[in-house]
């Protein structure tokens, strides 16, 4: 139960009067016409509304001009950190309107017109950001893609967006490798359907691509020589990007976002999730291809007046387990949000946190975990070494701020490991069954969240919205289907356990493998794991541990698979019939840092495989393949680059 009453306060009123709720955080904004209807029923979909529908704003000047209006032009808007090439920079609001009106200018003499799409593929460099708002200000529709997706993927995004203007870099830095951006570019558009007129190119040093006459211009070039542009007032209910979601196959899913409730909800989340205020430091230490650069490197932190950090590097190897900390001490980072997967990978390396006690962490007040399920044994790594509040929370792209967190802005409520905290207001959430029937405390379900949805979620999936109706809303009439499940306790907190497809049937016992992950992480020898289910002819599945051991273990196999099939004995009892651990030196992830489970589990049911175009390395597929005792190639379908 929540012990500060102006969170309850909020929430109530939030779910009573919605429209009061979200007009009285509206009037934070500075509109160009302030809206006089709250909401209104969407066209889209049973259920879903559009906010603010009569007022206009521009997101871009938002973030920008009306920091500059209120004298905050001198104050950082971003500080970019570069361990890879060596560079660091600072860039204020003066210098970054500047920079995003030239940029602006330059999509205008490009014929970039209002609802247009723009691709945007690039490292993470300040002239990403740059490109998002000037896309923003000109009332063009970014679309931003993974720096590095492979040529495929691109092409069928250029395709579902029918964008005409590409802006790229030349090359993205990995820590031991240069990427090169253009090739790829160059056979997306050749496989498009959809013709491209120009690719933009930022050329980097490290890598100077190969421009085609007529087609590529020169980034600086073209920028330098554009007048700058203002501001264009636009609809709260005009698309201001689409991004697509990771792991996709065929045809692409593009959420898309508005303007207005976008904007609201970025402003409101900054002090209601992570209790920040105009001039302070925040660090999302992610990418602006993925749902949480576009929301808080970016759009959250600039709308609310603070400084935001951009970091092309990586948790370990830029140069070590202390890069974190280093850029947290030396810009004086207020709230750091990253995904368990960067601590799993620091504890690794630094077990002990050495590293961590040789920086000055006093400003540091907060951090935050979402991405995936955060582990107990990672909460109570880093609430012991750091000693500091370890927030969990948890949202998707679909949402684009938090569902449930912890009400930091309405004061800091107990923190319960494992739980991601309390519903925010404007989201009711409901545990069900798979036949819609609600479930009692404390019992897993389907996680659900009451129509409508508040400001900040998708409006649409773009060019299909039969798809958001089909995959969202059509399965729980009335409400959204997460896709996750979970459950709440008796006190109101919310566990989110993963996704429904990571539940396995043993013996007609549904079990979460989240919740054996739980428990084989907590091994003092286990740095990382997956549990995936496997087919069994009597009991239909069984679960089967994918272990990383951390560096300093020394454990024997069988040992290790009695100690933990007596673990999970204890803690889930028997039913779990666990009895199968493969020690891995790494798990496939995606770039953003998430398991693929998907895939261990084909592979380790000798099914056929693609090699996904979201993975961090292939190669760890081989060596998987290996222990498998499966020749590399036998059952794998080799990704098309």
Not at 131 to 145: N, S
Not at 197 to 204: E, N, P
Not at 246 to 253: C, D, E, Y
Not at 307 to 328: H, I, L, N, S, Y
Request: contains cysteine; glycine residues 8%.
């Amino acid at each position: 139960m929540s012990t500060s009453s102006t969170y309850q306060h909020a929430w109530q009123q939030a779910a009573c009067d919605p429209d009061q709720f979200w007009a009285e955080q509206a009037v934070q904004l500075k509109w160009h016409t302030a809206p006089t209807v709250t909401s209104r029923p969407s066209a889209t979909a049973d259920g879903l509304v559009e906010w603010f529908p009569d007022g206009k704003l521009n997101t871009a000047w938002l973030a920008l001009d009306a920091h500059i209006e209120d004298g905050r032009g001198e104050q950082t808007a971003i500080i970019y950190d570069s361990p890879v090439t060596a560079s660091k920079a600072r860039i204020s609001y003066s210098e970054l309107h500047h920079q995003v009106s030239q940029c602006a200018g330059m999509l205008r003499d490009l014929q970039v017109q209002q609802g247009d799409r723009v691709i945007i593929y690039m490292p993470m460099v300040p002239q990403a950001i740059v490109a998002m708002l000037a896309c923003a200000r000109i009332g063009a529709v970014h679309c931003v893609v993974f720096g590095g997706f492979a040529a495929n993927e691109l092409a069928v995004r250029i395709d579902d967006a029918q964008a005409d203007i590409i802006l790229t870099a030349s090359c993205g830095i990995e820590i031991d490798r240069i990427i090169e951006y253009k090739p790829l570019v160059d056979q997306a558009i050749a496989r498009a359907t959809h013709q491209v007129r120009h690719c933009v190119v930022l050329q980097r040093p490290q890598a100077v691509a190969a421009m085609q006459a007529g087609r590529d211009l020169d980034w600086q070039e073209q920028v330098d020589r554009a007048k700058p542009a203002e501001a264009v007032p636009v609809a709260a209910t005009h698309p201001l990007y689409i991004l697509y979601t990771s792991g996709t196959t065929g045809k692409p899913k593009g959420v898309v976002r508005d303007h207005g409730g976008h904007a609201v909800a970025m402003r409101y989340s900054m002090n209601a999730v992570y209790g920040m205020q105009p001039g302070e430091v925040f660090w999302a230490a992610s990418d602006v291809g993925w749902v949480v650069g576009h929301s808080y490197i970016v759009y959250g932190p600039l709308l609310s007046g603070c400084t935001t950090v951009m970091f092309e590097g990586k948790p370990v190897r830029t140069p070590d387990a202390g890069a974190v900390w280093r850029v947290c001490a030396e810009y004086g980072v207020k709230a750091l949000f990253t995904a368990p997967t960067a601590f799993r990978a620091i504890r690794k390396e630094d077990p002990q946190a050495a590293l961590a006690r040789q920086y000055d962490l006093r400003r540091l007040e907060r951090l935050y975990l979402a991405g995936e399920r955060l582990d107990p044994p990672t909460w109570t790594w880093l609430q012991e070494h750091i000693q500091r509040p370890v927030l969990d929370h948890w949202w998707q792209t679909e949402t684009g701020w938090a569902i449930a967190a912890n009400p930091v802005g309405y004061g800091l409520e107990q923190v319960r490991p494992g739980s991601a905290t309390f519903p925010l207001p404007g989201y009711l959430l409901d545990i069900l069954d798979d036949e819609a029937r609600p479930v009692t405390a404390g019992n897993q379900g389907n996680i659900v969240i009451r129509l409508p949805l508040p400001p900040g979620c998708l409006t649409s999936i773009w060019g299909n919205p039969e798809r958001l109706r089909a995959g969202y809303l059509s399965q729980f009439p009335g409400y959204y289907q997460t896709g996750d499940a979970g459950y709440v306790d008796a006190d109101g907190y919310v566990f989110i356990m993963g996704r429904t497809d990571d539940i396995i049937n043993v013996a007609g016992h549904r079990l979460s493998t989240g919740e054996m992950e739980e428990v084989i992480g907590s091994h003092p020898a286990v740095a990382e794991c997956a549990v995936i289910g496997v087919p069994d002819a009597i009991k239909g599945e069984l679960p089967m541990g994918l272990v990383v051991l951390k560096n300093d273990a020394v454990a024997q196999l069988d040992q290790l698979n009695e100690q933990l099939s007596a673990l999970l004995r204890e803690e889930i009892g028997a039913l779990a019939c666990y009895q199968r651990t493969l020690i891995v030196t790494r798990l496939p992830k995606t770039r953003s840092g998430k398991i693929l489970r998907r895939i261990l589990r084909q592979m380790v049911r000798g099914e056929a495989w693609v090699v996904p175009s979201t993975i961090e390395d292939p190669g760890c597929l081989d060596e998987l393949a290996a222990l498998l005792e499966e020749p590399a190639g036998a059952r794998c379908v080799a990704h098309k680059m």
